[in-house]
């Protein structure tokens, strides 16, 4: 069969170390890769499985896993992802692919991601049933790349470590008034008013699901009087703030409204602010999301690389006073989540089902292995209106963790 060659040539092209066998929907068998460890072994279930995935890898690799037409029957999906992505870095260009990544890229631009769009969008991900998060984010409920400052920190430390990190980088000081966009369920801006000593905190987000955990998150810490969060779009917020904060939201605006994010953004800034964004990008050329994450886990997301931002940034008359690049802190932070959620598949099983669980895996496993060896990494982007608001070195920001790292022990010691 055609798509016999055409597997086989891709595979032997893609798998230098490790051993991957093929099974195909006839029985054949193949076997690719060095004979060393990972192994893995995966059969096709149809003929029309194995064409699909030779047409469209990108988006097909997933769906079949997802549908059980893929199988892998010995090894695991991210096994199976480490033998074709960790010897390919940069080789993913290669036509027929570099084509139909130029047609979604040209798309992609074009799409227009306005406040009912952008809305749907965050609901169709962050508006599922909350106990799922539960099971395997850390119990702040930190939906973004944590910060392991030393090499044997747990999920719960790097995430710690994160808002300590991203706090520092703000300057926030007493009386300080905080926006927060993209807020999540709340965690960062209650760090905020309680460790950080903000003033005021507006949390916004376009999730209901995390709207209602944030506001039940303020109560129950007694900061209503401090802490607010909104359901609204970023285009609709007034007044200004000291300090903006926007963690893991940039990557669900999309490139036609990047000058209007950075735009609202100087807007919402006081001449004296400073702002952190903290996105997922890429440090290589520009080009769309993978196909099946889109279509299935973030729709409208996208992964920009400097040269996507820097223009808009530009133009709004913002100025950037600090970039930090974290690299494999995000695939350590996807495999803590993948180990705890295969942990309690049982618990998901009960909230979905079998489709949705293997979908689920998928999309953790994916996401942890283009941090591991492929091009996703993490910007943080400190941001200011005036060029000496800004420490001329970056010592503060140590100075600035120990400091608040002394005051989450207070804390604690206060709740206790």
């Known amino acids: 069969m055609l798509s016999d060659k055409i597997l086989s040539l891709a595979f032997t092209r893609a798998v230098k170390h490790g051993t991957l066998e093929m099974t195909t929907a006839e029985g054949e068998r193949s076997t690719f890769g060095d004979g060393t460890e990972p192994r893995v072994s995966i059969r096709f279930a149809d003929a029309a499985a194995q064409m699909a995935l030779c047409l469209h890898p990108e988006l097909k690799l997933g769906e079949l896993y997802t549908e059980g037409r893929l199988v892998i029957e010995q090894g695991t999906i991210l096994d199976l992802l480490q033998l074709l992505l960790q010897h390919t ?43 799922l ?13 944590a910060y392991f400052d030393h090499p044997d920190a747990s999920l719960e430390e790097a995430q710690a470590a994160k808002k300590r990190h991203i706090a520092a980088k703000l300057m926030v000081d007493r009386g300080h008034s905080v926006l927060d966009i993209g807020s999540g369920w709340g965690g960062m801006g209650l760090y905020l008013a309680q460790v ?3 003033g005021t905190v507006k949390g916004i987000t376009l999730s209901e699901e995390q709207f209602e955990a944030s506001r039940r998150g303020a109560a129950g810490a007694g900061l209503l009087d401090r802490v607010r969060f909104e359901l609204e779009d970023y285009r609709s917020t007034t007044g200004t703030f000291d300090r903006i904060v926007s963690v893991g939201m940039f990557e669900h605006v999309g490139p036609p409204s990047y000058d209007e994010y950075f735009q609202t953004c100087r807007r919402l800034l006081k001449e004296d602010g400073v702002m952190l964004l903290h996105t997922i990008g890429r440090s290589g050329t520009p080009y769309p999301a993978n196909p099946w994450i889109t279509k299935y886990i973030f729709p409208g997301g996208h992964l920009p690389v400097l040269s996507e931002i820097m223009p808009a940034i530009e133009r709004a008359g913002l100025i950037v006073t600090d970039i930090e690049i974290l690299r494999l802190h995000y695939a350590y932070t996807l495999r803590a ?24 895996e998928c999309y953790l496993a994916m996401s942890e292995s283009v941090f591991r060896w492929q091009d996703a990494v993490v910007f943080q982007v400190q941001l200011a209106r005036r060029n000496d608001v800004v420490p001329l070195t970056r010592g503060y920001i140590a100075e600035r963790e120990a400091a608040l790292k002394a005051a989450e022990g207070m804390e604690l010691k206060r709740s206790a």
Do not use: T
């Open 337 to 360: 989540w993948r180990e705890r959620f295969l942990a309690y598949r049982e618990e998901v099983l009960k909230l979905y089902d079998e489709r949705f669980c293997r979908m689920w």
């Open 133 to 145: 998060y539960v099971l395997f984010l850390d119990s702040d409920r930190q939906y973004s790349c």
């Open 196 to 198: 950080a000593g903000a």
């Open 89 to 131: 870095h940069g080789q993913l260009d290669e036509l027929p692919l570099q084509r139909l990544r130029k047609i979604r890229h040209w798309m992609m631009r074009r799409a227009e991601n306005d406040a009912a769009k952008a809305k749907r969008n965050v609901a169709h991900h962050y508006d599922l049933d909350g106990r």
